[in-house]
């Protein structure tokens, strides 16, 4: 879980980036932070991973106080982190694998267990026959593909993305995002800075819209009556399917005693 409570930044030059932030974001959540060009949502982010610390206010993830972790610690946060930038970030001495794999050699994984999982991120992500390619030969949506292979193949449980759609073309952007809202699906909580609205009213999600480093939106209130929404539906569902199981028993029931009788009286 994500909770920002109270929490401001100012820079030095006295400019407020966000300013009384009050959020919690639980487990598995999908949220999409949208709002104008300096509205505070890039120092959101880097809030998150403990790449600015607050003027004020606490910034906790999963139970952890980031004001007061110590630098040292900063690392062991990042890797529950899946990171997308907006430039993508690879490198092009590298082909397409070396790029996801570097991220676990960091980690000192085994060398099976690379190829094994890389490959699996590649083939998530739809690149599988790009893995010995290198980054200048692809395509930007492609790029950004490998980079969110990059960000998934340590299995975070937090996927955070800045604009990751943002230099490539809508058709692209769709997809990123339908790969994003696919690992939410398989549980990991995904927070993503987009200015598309297009994306935004296709994708279903939390919105939280700031501005001037205020919260002006929260769709909160409404995802949490649509997933309660959802679940009673679904209880509903399977009540209905047992008292249907319940009927078909009684009938069997009951055609058993029917038989039974006229066996009686045969
Ligand atoms: N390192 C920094 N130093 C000074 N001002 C900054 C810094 N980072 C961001 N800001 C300012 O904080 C505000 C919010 O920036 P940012 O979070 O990047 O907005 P967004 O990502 O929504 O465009 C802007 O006015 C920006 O100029
Ligand atoms: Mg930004």
Redesign the pocket.
């Known amino acids: 879980m994500i909770e920002f409570i109270g929490v401001s930044k100012a820079?030095?030059?006295g400019?407020h980036?966000?300013e009384n932030i009050n959020l919690k974001i639980e487990d598995g959540e999908f949220v999409f932070i949208v709002?104008?060009?300096?509205?505070?949502?890039?120092?959101?982010l880097?809030l998150i991973m403990r790449e600015e610390v607050p003027s004020s206010g606490k910034v906790i993830v999963n139970g952890r106080d980031l004001t007061k972790m110590k630098r040292r610690q900063v690392p062991y946060l990042r890797r529950t982190m899946g990171i997308v930038f907006q430039d993508f970030r690879l490198i092009d001495k590298m082909t397409v694998f070396e790029n996801v794999a570097f991220a676990m050699r960091v980690i000192g994984a085994k060398q099976s267990e690379i190829k094994k999982r890389v490959m699996a991120v590649l083939d998530l992500v739809g690149l599988e026959e790009m893995a010995s390619r290198h980054p200048s030969e692809l395509s930007g949506g492609e790029q950004q593909r490998v980079s969110l292979a990059r960000a998934l193949v340590n299995k975070p449980s937090l996927i955070i993305a800045?604009e990751p759609t943002g230099n490539i073309d809508p058709k692209r952007s769709y997809e990123i995002m339908k790969i994003l809202k696919e690992i939410n699906k398989m549980g990991t909580t995904v927070l993503v800075?987009t200015h598309e609205h297009t994306l935004v009213n296709q994708i279903p999600g939390r919105v939280i819209v700031?501005k001037d480093?205020e919260i002006v939106k929260d769709t909160a209130q409404e995802y949490y009556a649509q997933r309660e929404k959802e679940e009673r539906k679904s209880q509903a569902e399977i009540s209905r399917f047992e008292e249907s199981a319940d009927t078909q028993q009684e009938n069997i029931g009951a055609d058993e005693e029917i038989n039974g009788s006229e066996e009686n009286e045969n």
């Open positions: 820079f030095p030059e400019n980036a966000v709002g104008p060009s300096g509205a505070g949502k890039s120092t959101m880097k800045d800075v700031l480093g």
